[in-house]
C-alpha cells in the first residue's frame, strides 16, 4: 500500500503558492511594470494655470461644492491680486452653475476653446453650461472621461493663480482621471464631524496619497449649530470628529464652517456667503480656510 506523507502535500501546496522569485521572473516582473507604467497619461499642466487645488470628499452632501466655491472667493477676498477660477468636475450633478448664478453656453475662441462664464471676478467652467439644467446626463465611462479631458483642456483660462477644482463625491474613475493627467498642488477634504462622512473622508484622503497628491487638510464642516435666538450651541454631527481624523492622518484641520442659516440661503440664491455677507462670522471662516490653504501650500513649496 501506498502511503502519502501529509507534511509532503503541505509543503507541495506551499510551494504552489508562493511566487516565485527567481532571477528571470524577476526581470518579467520588471518589464511588466515598466510596461505597465508606460500606459499611464504622462501629467501635462493646464495652459496658464500655476496652482490646482482639489476639494473632494468621500461622500456627497457634506457642503464641498459650497466649501469650493467659497474657497476660491476666500482666496481672491484675502489677496485681490490673485486670480483664481473654478472648475466644476462633478459632471453627472454640476452644483457651480447654481451657487455662482451662472447660466449659458461658453463662447469659443479664435483657437477653438470654450470661454468660462464669470461671475464675482471668478471664471467658471461647468458641465452645467453644456446640458439643460433638468437633463440627465446618463454616460458610461469613456464619456465621462471625455468630458473630463475636455474640461481640462479645451478652456481658456487665461492666467491663474489658482484653479480650484470641485470634484465629484468618492474615489472613482474622474479622480483617478484628473490626478493622473494634471499636476496637482494639493487637496483639500470636506467632511462633516459625523463618523460615517470621516470613514469616507478617510478613505478619500488615502486615494490622494495613493497617486502622490499632497492633502494639504479637513475642512470640518457643520461644525456647530448656534441657535439664532439663544445664542446656544448644538453639535449636531458630532463635535471635533474631523480634528481626531485628521490626528489619525498626520494632517492639520484647516477650518470649521458653522451650520448657518444664512449659507444655505445665500448659497440656494447663487449668492455665495464670502461676497453676499463679507462681514459675517460665517464669511471670516471661509477666508480663514482660505488662509490656511495658502500656507500649507507655501510650506509644500518652500
Known amino acids: 500500500m501506498f502511503c502519502v506523507d501529509p507534511r509532503n502535500i503541505a509543503h507541495s501546496m506551499i510551494c504552489l503558492c508562493t511566487p516565485q522569485t527567481s532571477g528571470p521572473e524577476r526581470s518579467l516582473q520588471e518589464r511588466q511594470k515598466q510596461h505597465m507604467a508606460r500606459g499611464l497619461p504622462k501629467q501635462k499642466p493646464i495652459a496658464g494655470v500655476k496652482q490646482v487645488i482639489v476639494v473632494a470628499s468621500g461622500k456627497g452632501g457634506v457642503g464641498k461644492s459650497t466649501t469650493a466655491v467659497n474657497l476660491a472667493l476666500g482666496l481672491t477676498a484675502n489677496d485681490p491680486s490673485k486670480t483664481v477660477g473654478i472648475l466644476d468636475a462633478d459632471v453627472y450633478g454640476p452644483s457651480v452653475p447654481k451657487l455662482m448664478s451662472l447660466k449659458g453656453n461658453p463662447e469659443l475662441t479664435d483657437n477653438n476653446l470654450m470661454r468660462p462664464l464669470?461671475?464675482?471676478?471668478?471664471?467658471?467652467?461647468?458641465?452645467?453650461?453644456?446640458?439643460?439644467?433638468?437633463?440627465?446626463?446618463?454616460?458610461?465611462?469613456?464619456?465621462?472621461?471625455?468630458?473630463?479631458?475636455?474640461?481640462?483642456?479645451?478652456?481658456?483660462?487665461?492666467?491663474?493663480?489658482?484653479?480650484?477644482?470641485?470634484?465629484?463625491?468618492?474615489?472613482?474613475?474622474?479622480?483617478?482621471?484628473?490626478?493622473?493627467?494634471?499636476?496637482?498642488?494639493?487637496?483639500?477634504?470636506?467632511?462633516?464631524?459625523?463618523?460615517?462622512?470621516?470613514?469616507?473622508?478617510?478613505?478619500?484622503?488615502?486615494?490622494?496619497?495613493?497617486?502622490?497628491?499632497?492633502?494639504?487638510?479637513?475642512?470640518?464642516?457643520?461644525?456647530?449649530?448656534?441657535?439664532?435666538?439663544?445664542?446656544?450651541?448644538?453639535?449636531?454631527?458630532?463635535?471635533?470628529?474631523?480634528?481626531?481624523?485628521?490626528?489619525?492622518?498626520?494632517?492639520?484641520?484647516?477650518?470649521?464652517?458653522?451650520?448657518?442659516?444664512?449659507?444655505?440661503?445665500?448659497?440656494?440664491?447663487?449668492?455665495?456667503?464670502?461676497?453676499?455677507?463679507?462681514?459675517?462670522?460665517?464669511?471670516?471662516?471661509?477666508?480663514?480656510?482660505?488662509?490656511?490653504?495658502?500656507?500649507?501650500l507655501e510650506e509644500l513649496s518652500g
Open 118 to 296: 464669470m461671475n464675482f471676478g471668478i471664471p467658471c467652467m461647468s458641465m452645467g453650461f453644456l446640458v439643460e439644467d433638468v437633463a440627465p446626463i446618463v454616460w458610461r465611462g469613456l464619456m465621462v472621461m471625455s468630458a473630463i479631458e475636455k474640461l481640462l483642456r479645451q478652456v481658456d483660462w487665461g492666467l491663474l493663480d489658482y484653479l480650484v477644482i470641485d470634484m465629484p463625491p468618492g474615489t472613482g474613475d474622474v479622480q483617478l482621471s484628473i490626478t493622473q493627467n494634471v499636476p496637482i498642488a494639493g487637496a483639500v477634504i470636506v467632511s462633516t464631524p459625523q463618523d460615517i462622512a470621516l470613514l469616507d473622508a478617510r478613505r478619500g484622503a488615502e486615494m490622494f496619497r495613493k497617486v502622490n497628491v499632497p492633502v494639504l487638510g479637513i475642512v470640518q464642516n457643520m461644525s456647530v449649530f448656534q441657535c439664532p435666538k439663544c445664542n446656544h450651541q448644538t453639535h449636531i454631527f458630532g463635535a471635533d470628529g474631523a480634528r481626531a481624523l485628521a490626528d489619525t492622518l498626520g494632517v492639520q484641520v484647516l477650518g470649521d464652517i458653522p451650520l448657518h442659516l444664512s449659507i444655505r440661503e445665500m448659497s440656494d440664491r447663487g449668492q455665495p456667503v464670502v461676497v453676499s455677507s463679507p462681514d459675517s462670522p460665517e464669511a471670516e471662516a471661509y477666508r480663514k480656510v482660505a488662509t490656511a490653504v495658502v500656507q500649507r
